[in-house]
């Protein structure tokens, strides 16, 4: 059945390095109806979008006719229980194997560099050998052999295929030796040790995996399972899949929100760090908004359910960072190119420096050596790795800390940002605008004024509006009905109100109506707009009766947002739809130099289209609604959201709870995201430009290839990772304050690098005392024998 979703998210088992994503992207693409796949190695999925319906089973099929196994994405819980069943398992593996590695890289050392047998007798001592690494080969190389086999089924070769075919060459070419009895060197040290290596690298990458997709898991993991709905005045505890829309529930101190919702009754504190990052409890009363799986604190709340299930806030953010940790940077382009011939060509090279060495170099045993070492170093799965762990880690940390990123296209856009466009109510100011000035003209009372205003303004959502609308009801005022109403974008209201021609907006609206205010009226806004005010006027049936001076005070944290905005070298800039003096007296506040004012919504977007004219990279603070245009049009559109009206879908980048002094922190993390990338192409790409030909020169030892490959793997893994150890330096660098442990983000990057490091020293420590032993560099009073160490 063909699923309605637009979209829809698999997982994909059997991948091994980058041209298996390549495989799985070809595969998907050709599904009719998909419009595009785009597969995701870190994560092990496969996001699909759709052009028109496609069966689910359809994917699937796709997927595993080009051998590998694929099914509709489990929850964050289940496929990590997965992920770690599969890494236990490839430790017991690793375990239970590399202790037989040990004896056998020892034996077959002691046997082939330093001449050295057991009993003195060669022919014994290469059976031992023997009898412990094939085991190993079987055991260890069975997963590699497997997907080696799938791969060259289906025409794409990739890593397995070349761990499986060094690893071979050297296993069978010293089990022939033995049992020729010939006497010849042996490799079964590199075998064994290339295995070992590898797995461990394997056992590594899975468990960072893990850790790199953390942030799913943790935003599910706030949901609560209970809730308690208020029916008929009985509470009844019920599964939360139960709540509907609708539903009042209630949640006592210490216990977490289920859904999403809006206060009807009580009052409290509630903890939302785990969404936004911020340690200081928001205040919530009734009309405010509160989102599940943040925990109340201390009051009893009664809140009616606004959205469940997956349209809460807590879901929908959770979707949208699995689809930034699913999608491609543009600088991913260059690794599927290479990805695509990348196996194929290590192979012909493999094969060149084997006839090379046979006809030109030392001879075929040497030839054999190197083009072992070529197809033992060469590692396509860093290349697979480097962008998206790092995309992985870069937006799941973003979750954390409230900054949801759309895609990895935006970490690339942030790099070349030149200028900050802020919207001013809502973004610098709180957007809880309050009415303190109530000034009537002729006998109208300052009551009848705010009545007849906030009649007029009660159909509009504009801030303003709402402020006057929340004066009246605090002052106990009954508003009339209203007819006719209708609103100009950025300028002001009209309604009949009791059968009176009711107006009310700024200046420019009444001069575009047709009035021309007197010096007395031109005065009161001068004064209080001086004050900083907003000045609404109202006529009442073509009267001005009087002015409404409305202050929106500037948050507490945006000078320091505005002073870490311009310390990243960016330009910031102010754009607001109020007056000049009122937009002054903000950007003082602020400390901005460089302001707009009276911008209607279009206004915004040719300004930031202006900007662009001039070459400039333009970044666009909003609140996701009257400046989606300009959003839009803007390099980098950020939406300042708050409360339950996420506005995810608006901009590339989304604040919660409209934190300003996000904003300098959302584009440091950006960056520091994509040099993590640039870092991880550079190493994965250096590695293997340096290290193959020096292999193929005869000049790298297979088991330190080995160790080479796995290595680079764990390294772009563990580099990606120490992301998180700079989140509290990206955090305070902005003006914030970071207080969660890096405890775990450093054992998460460190330890396999340590781990792998130990082990490259453990394996390098015989093969230095065998060839001491060999070269007499410990002081011998024989002749050593020639052998040729390899």
């Given at each position: 059945?063909?699923?309605?979703?637009?979209?829809?998210t698999?997982?994909?088992?059997?991948?091994?390095?980058a041209?298996?994503?390549?495989?799985?992207?070809?595969?998907?693409?050709k599904?009719?109806?998909?419009e595009?796949?785009?597969?995701n190695?870190?994560?092990?999925?496969?996001?699909?979008?759709?052009?028109?319906?496609?069966a689910?089973?359809?994917?699937?099929?796709?997927?595993?006719?080009?051998?590998?196994?694929?099914?509709?994405?489990?929850?964050g819980?289940?496929?990590?229980?997965?992920?770690?069943a599969?890494?236990r398992?490839?430790?017991?593996?690793?375990?239970?194997?590399?202790a037989?590695?040990v004896?056998?890289?020892?034996?077959?050392?002691?046997?082939?560099?330093?001449?050295m047998?057991?009993?003195?007798?060669?022919?014994?001592?290469?059976?031992?050998?023997?009898?412990?690494?094939?085991?190993?080969?079987?055991?260890?190389?069975?997963?590699?052999?497997?997907?080696?086999?799938?791969?060259?089924?289906?025409?794409?070769?990739?890593?397995d295929?070349?761990?499986?075919?060094g690893?071979?060459?050297a296993?069978?070419y010293?089990?022939?030796?033995v049992?020729?009895?010939?006497?010849?060197?042996?490799?079964?040290?590199?075998?064994a040790?290339?295995?070992?290596?590898?797995t461990?690298?394997?056992?590594?990458?899975?468990?960072?995996?893990?850790?790199?997709?953390?942030?799913?898991?943790?935003?599910?993991?706030?949901?609560?399972?209970?809730?308690?709905i208020?029916?008929?005045?009985?509470?009844?505890?019920?599964?939360?899949?139960?709540?509907?829309?609708?539903?009042?529930?209630?949640v006592?101190p210490?216990?977490?929100?289920?859904?999403?919702?809006?206060?009807?009754?009580?009052?409290?504190?509630?903890d939302?760090s785990?969404?936004?990052?911020e340690?200081?409890?928001?205040?919530r009363?009734?009309?405010?908004h509160?989102?599940?799986?943040?925990?109340?604190?201390?009051?009893?709340?009664?809140?009616e359910?606004t959205?469940?299930?997956?349209?809460?806030a807590?879901?929908?953010?959770?979707?949208?960072?699995?689809?930034?940790?699913?999608?491609?940077?543009?600088?991913?382009?260059?690794v599927?190119?290479v990805?695509a011939i990348?196996?194929?060509?290590?192979i012909?090279?493999?094969?060149?420096?084997?006839?090379?060495?046979?006809?030109?170099?030392?001879?075929?045993?040497?030839?054999?050596?190197?083009?072992v070492?070529?197809?033992?170093?060469?590692?396509?799965?860093?290349?697979?790795?480097?962008?998206?762990?790092?995309?992985?880690?870069?937006?799941g940390?973003?979750?954390?800390?409230?900054?949801?990123?759309?895609?990895?296209?935006?970490l690339?856009r942030t790099r070349k940002?030149?200028?900050?466009?802020?919207?001013k109510?809502?973004?610098?100011?709180?957007?809880?605008p309050q009415?303190?000035d109530?000034?009537?003209?002729?006998?109208?009372?300052?009551?009848?004024?705010?009545?007849?205003?906030?009649?007029?303004?009660s159909?509009?959502?504009?801030?303003l509006s709402?402020?006057?609308?929340?004066?009246?009801?605090?002052?106990?005022l009954?508003l009339?009905?209203?007819?006719?109403?209708?609103?100009?974008?950025a300028?002001?209201?009209?309604?009949?109100?009791?059968?009176?021609?009711?107006?009310?907006?700024?200046?420019?609206?009444?001069?575009?109506s047709?009035?021309?205010?007197?010096?007395?009226?031109?005065?009161?806004?001068?004064?209080?707009?001086s004050?900083?005010?907003?000045?609404?006027?109202?006529?009442?049936?073509?009267r001005?009766?009087?002015?409404?001076?409305?202050?929106?005070d500037?948050?507490?944290?945006?000078?320091?947002?505005?002073?870490?905005?311009?310390?990243q070298?960016?330009?910031?800039?102010?754009?607001?739809?109020?007056?000049?003096?009122?937009?002054?007296?903000?950007a003082?506040?602020?400390?901005?130099?460089?302001?707009r004012?009276?911008a209607?919504p279009?206004?915004?977007l040719e300004?930031?289209?202006?900007?662009?004219?001039?070459g400039?990279?333009?970044?666009?603070v909003?609140?996701?609604?009257?400046?989606?245009?300009?959003?839009?049009?803007?390099?980098?559109?950020?939406?300042?959201?708050?409360?339950?009206d996420v506005?995810?879908?608006?901009?590339?980048?989304?604040?919660?709870?409209?934190?300003?002094?996000?904003?300098?922190?959302?584009i440091?993390?950006?960056?520091?995201?994509?040099?993590?990338?640039r870092q991880?192409?550079l190493?994965?790409?250096?590695?293997?430009?340096?290290?193959?030909?020096?292999a193929?020169l005869?000049l790298?030892?297979?088991?330190l290839?080995?160790a080479?490959?796995?290595?680079?793997?764990?390294?772009?893994?563990?580099?990606?990772?120490?992301?998180?150890?700079?989140?509290r330096?990206?955090?305070?660098?902005?003006?914030?304050?970071y207080?969660?442990?890096?405890?775990?983000?450093?054992r998460?990057?460190?330890?396999?690098?340590?781990?792998?490091?130990?082990?490259?020293?453990?394996?390098?420590l015989?093969?230095?005392?065998?060839?001491?032993?060999?070269?007499?560099?410990?002081?011998?009073?024989?002749?050593?024998?020639?052998?040729?160490?390899?």
């Amino acid at each position: 059945m063909a699923t309605a979703d637009p979209a829809v998210t698999l997982d994909i088992t059997g991948m091994t390095c980058a041209s298996c994503v390549r495989r799985v992207e070809r595969a998907l693409s050709k599904v009719q109806g998909v419009e595009t796949a785009s597969v995701n190695l870190a994560a092990e999925t496969a996001r699909v979008t759709f052009a028109s319906p496609v069966a689910v089973g359809a994917l699937v099929a796709a997927v595993e006719k080009a051998g590998y196994e694929a099914a509709p994405s489990a929850a964050g819980k289940d496929r990590q229980a997965e992920r770690e069943a599969h890494a236990r398992s490839t430790l017991v593996q690793l375990l239970f194997f590399g202790a037989l590695a040990v004896p056998t890289i020892i034996l077959a050392m002691a046997m082939d560099i330093a001449g050295m047998h057991i009993n003195d007798d060669p022919r014994l001592h290469g059976w031992i050998v023997l009898a412990l690494a094939t085991p190993i080969q079987l055991g260890l190389g069975w997963r590699f052999y497997r997907g080696a086999w799938v791969s060259l089924r289906h025409l794409n070769p990739n890593m397995d295929v070349l761990v499986a075919m060094g690893t071979s060459v050297a296993f069978l070419y010293s089990a022939w030796v033995v049992l020729r009895d010939n006497h010849n060197h042996m490799f079964f040290d590199v075998s064994a040790a290339v295995l070992v290596f590898i797995t461990m690298g394997k056992y590594f990458e899975e468990t960072s995996k893990g850790a790199a997709s953390s942030a799913i898991r943790s935003l599910l993991g706030l949901s609560a399972r209970n809730a308690t709905i208020l029916r008929a005045g009985v509470e009844t505890e019920v599964p939360v899949e139960q709540v509907a829309r609708g539903d009042l529930l209630v949640v006592r101190p210490g216990q977490r929100i289920p859904v999403d919702g809006v206060v009807r009754d009580g009052h409290s504190t509630v903890d939302e760090s785990m969404l936004t990052g911020e340690s200081i409890p928001v205040e919530r009363k009734p009309g405010d908004h509160v989102i599940g799986g943040t925990i109340n604190q201390n009051g009893v709340v009664t809140f009616e359910a606004t959205a469940v299930g997956e349209d809460t806030a807590l879901r929908r953010m959770a979707k949208m960072v699995e689809d930034a940790q699913g999608s491609k940077a543009p600088i991913q382009k260059l690794v599927d190119q290479v990805a695509a011939i990348f196996v194929p060509a290590v192979i012909v090279l493999a094969a060149l420096t084997f006839v090379a060495w046979g006809f030109v170099g030392s001879g075929w045993q040497d030839g054999m050596v190197a083009a072992v070492a070529v197809l033992v170093v060469a590692c396509p799965c860093a290349l697979g790795l480097a962008t998206p762990t790092a995309i992985m880690v870069g937006t799941g940390l973003g979750a954390e800390r409230g900054i949801l990123i759309k895609n990895a296209e935006v970490l690339e856009r942030t790099r070349k940002l030149d200028v900050v466009v802020l919207d001013k109510t809502g973004t610098l100011t709180e957007g809880r605008p309050q009415v303190l000035d109530i000034e009537p003209i002729g006998d109208i009372s300052r009551s009848e004024l705010l009545r007849f205003a906030a009649a007029a303004e009660s159909g509009s959502e504009h801030p303003l509006s709402r402020a006057v609308v929340d004066a009246a009801v605090d002052a106990k005022l009954d508003l009339p009905p209203v007819s006719e109403f209708s609103a100009v974008t950025a300028r002001g209201v009209q309604a009949m109100v009791e059968g009176r021609l009711v107006m009310a907006g700024n200046l420019a609206f009444f001069e575009e109506s047709g009035f021309a205010p007197g010096n007395d009226i031109g005065a009161l806004l001068g004064r209080l707009e001086s004050a900083g005010r907003t000045a609404i006027l109202v006529a009442l049936d073509g009267r001005i009766a009087g002015v409404l001076g409305i202050f929106d005070d500037v948050k507490q944290n945006a000078p320091r947002a505005v002073e870490a905005l311009q310390s990243q070298g960016l330009r910031v800039i102010m754009m607001t739809g109020d007056n000049p003096l009122a937009a002054a007296a903000v950007a003082k506040r602020a400390g901005i130099a460089e302001y707009r004012a009276g911008a209607r919504p279009v206004d915004k977007l040719e300004f930031v289209r202006a900007l662009q004219a001039e070459g400039l990279a333009v970044a666009m603070v909003g609140d996701g609604i009257n400046d989606a245009p300009a959003l839009a049009q803007a390099d980098i559109g950020i939406a300042m959201s708050t409360g339950t009206d996420v506005a995810i879908e608006t901009g590339d980048i989304t604040l919660l709870n409209g934190d300003v002094s996000k904003i300098a922190e959302a584009i440091a993390l950006s960056r520091s995201t994509l040099n993590t990338i640039r870092q991880n192409l550079l190493w994965a790409f250096g590695y293997n430009v340096v290290t193959i030909p020096i292999a193929a020169l005869g000049l790298l030892n297979p088991v330190l290839a080995g160790a080479a490959m796995a290595f680079s793997s764990v390294s772009v893994m563990a580099n990606s990772l120490r992301l998180r150890t700079k989140a509290r330096a990206l955090a305070r660098a902005s003006g914030n304050e970071y207080s969660a442990s890096r405890a775990n983000s450093l054992r998460a990057s460190r330890g396999p690098v340590l781990a792998m490091s130990a082990a490259t020293a453990l394996l390098v420590l015989p093969l230095l005392v065998f060839t001491g032993i060999d070269r007499d560099w410990f002081g011998g009073d024989d002749e050593p024998e020639e052998h040729t160490a390899h």
